[in-house]
């Protein structure tokens, strides 16, 4: 999947932050649900790729899926 381009129904871009973003590349007005996936300490975003397109193709008017890059200096 190419940044910013529709393939297999899905769209994925790079988001600010360096993580990626995944939707339903279908007309719909917006989703119902954000999905934010977050790495640990060794991982990236990249680890999140397919489940995020899981997300998208079980759910693709429902979910917006975000995987953030960097989750160092948090405050939960």
């Known amino acids: 999947m190419e940044n910013g381009v529709v393939r297999d129904g899905?769209?994925?871009?790079e988001s600010v932050d360096g993580g990626r973003d995944v939707w339903?590349?279908?007309?719909?007005?917006?989703?119902?649900?954000?999905?934010?996936?977050v790495n640990g300490i060794l991982g990236s975003a990249r680890d999140w790729k397919f489940a995020?397109?899981?997300?998208?193709?079980?759910?693709?008017?429902?979910?917006?899926?975000?995987?953030?890059?960097l989750s160092v200096g948090l405050d939960y």
Do not use: I, R, W, Y
């Not at 339903?24 to 996936?37: E, F, I, N, T």
């Not at 995020?52 to 890059?69: G, N, R, S, T």
């Open 10 to 13: 899905l769209c994925s871009t």
């Open 24 to 37: 339903s590349g279908k007309d719909s007005d917006s989703a119902d649900h954000l999905v934010v996936m």
């Open 52 to 69: 995020a397109e899981q997300f998208v193709k079980m759910l693709p008017d429902k979910v917006f899926v975000h995987c953030k890059e």
